[in-house]
């Protein structure tokens, strides 16, 4: 099993440019966000079964880090790597790629919470969910 997925593709628009030329940090965290939706369906924790569950994850945790510069017409990817899976929580990477150099130009670190929408508080990762992350972690 793949420890690394592809779970975002696109391409930097001109309105994603801030004053100082480079795509700004909203579209950055926009598109980590993206990707964790596609990362978290692949452990079995797509949005459909976060809403029949009332289940969610939330951010406990979250670091960017911006190595180099995306302009308008960067053609992007990110690929996410999972770190560690408990009980409660995930731990991964998104890592952002221009796509024409294959150059990292960003990262961002996350440990998600997994959480019961109606109680409001943490709650525990389906089973399902912890042996597929093993899985992955063990390759």
Known sequence: MPKVFETYRGFVY???ID???HMNVQFYVGRFDEASWH????????????????R???????QIEYKHEVT????IHVTTEL???????VRYVHRMVNSE?????ASMNL?????DTEQRKSAELPQSVLDLGRAILEG
Do not use: D
């Open 111 to 115: 440990l998600a919470i997994y959480f």
């Open 72 to 75: 308008s017409g960067t053609l």
């Open 14 to 16: 001109p309105w994603m």
């Open 56 to 62: 969610g994850f939330v951010g406990g945790e979250q």
């Open 39 to 54: 990362f978290l369906a692949r452990l079995g924790c797509g949005p459909a079964f976060l809403k029949e569950n009332q």
């Open 83 to 89: 770190l560690e899976i408990k009980r409660k929580t």
């Open 101 to 105: 150099t294959e150059q990292v130009v």
């Open 19 to 21: 004053h100082v030329g």
